[in-house]
DNA sequence: AAGTATCCATTTA
DNA sequence: TAAATGGATACTT
């Protein structure tokens, strides 16, 4: 896994050889971040995934942090998961920054009109949040729903981009 | 078979 | 008006 340094914490990025497969929160939760029990990738390992690559996430990281749009995407690799959830997360990108989406409106958008709930379960499946904009899926009523990096996670993200949300 | 980051209608305070 | 409840629902492990 490859550290990234951010002004919201120590994010942890995993890569295949079809671009980043994961992204994990600061451990030690939104304030603080705490390098000491982080195993790095080794230095081989490292070396083989592009610089570019490194360096997309790290820049789209921060925008969505600062509640930008992204700039420069870099490749996801979301193979591992299944085809249901590969739907449910392509729709989820093309949510834009600053509006949302129900998890039902995003069922029906996969044609499963009734399937909200897998949805929910879904999102909290997603390998890639802040890149895959899992924070953006809000409850019926603009209700917030859940979301697994925490609820104080996911209502930092919304102020930034200026979304209005219920509680 | 059980567990969800749901949704809707209905009841209750 | 708000919280609680119960049933229907689709997908994953």
Same mark, same amino acid.
């Given at each position: 896994m490859i550290p990234l340094q951010t002004s919201d914490g120590l994010f942890l990025a995993s890569f295949s &050889?079809?671009?980043?497969a994961? +992204?994990?929160?600061p451990t030690a939760g939104p304030a603080g971040a705490d390098s000491a029990h982080v195993v790095p990738q080794t230095a081989a390992a490292v070396l083989r995934v592009p610089t570019a690559w490194i360096r997309?996430?790290?820049?789209?990281?921060?925008?969505?942090l600062a509640?930008?749009?992204? &700039?420069?995407?870099?490749?996801?690799?979301?193979?591992?998961g299944t085809e249901f959830q590969q739907q449910v997360w392509e729709?989820?990108?093309?949510?834009?920054?600053?509006?949302?989406?129900?998890?039902?409106? +995003?069922?029906?958008?996969?044609?499963?009109?009734?399937?909200?709930?897998?949805?929910?379960?879904?999102?909290?499946?997603?390998?890639?949040?802040?890149?895959?904009?899992c924070h953006r899926v809000l409850a019926a009523?603009?209700?917030?729903?859940?979301?697994?990096?925490? +609820?104080d996670w996911k209502r930092r993200l919304l102020e930034r981009e200026g979304t209005s949300f219920l509680f």
């Open positions: &050889e079809r671009g980043l994961r +992204l994990e929160f997309a996430v790290r820049s789209a990281v921060a925008c969505v509640g930008r749009d992204i &700039e420069e995407m870099p490749p996801l690799d979301i193979s591992a729709a989820m990108r093309t949510i834009p920054r600053g509006k949302t989406r129900s998890y039902g409106e +995003l069922a029906s958008q996969v044609g499963r009109p009734r399937g909200a709930q897998a949805v929910g379960q879904a999102c909290g499946a997603n390998p890639i949040p802040l890149l895959i904009p009523h603009g209700k917030l729903g859940g979301f697994s990096g925490g +609820l």
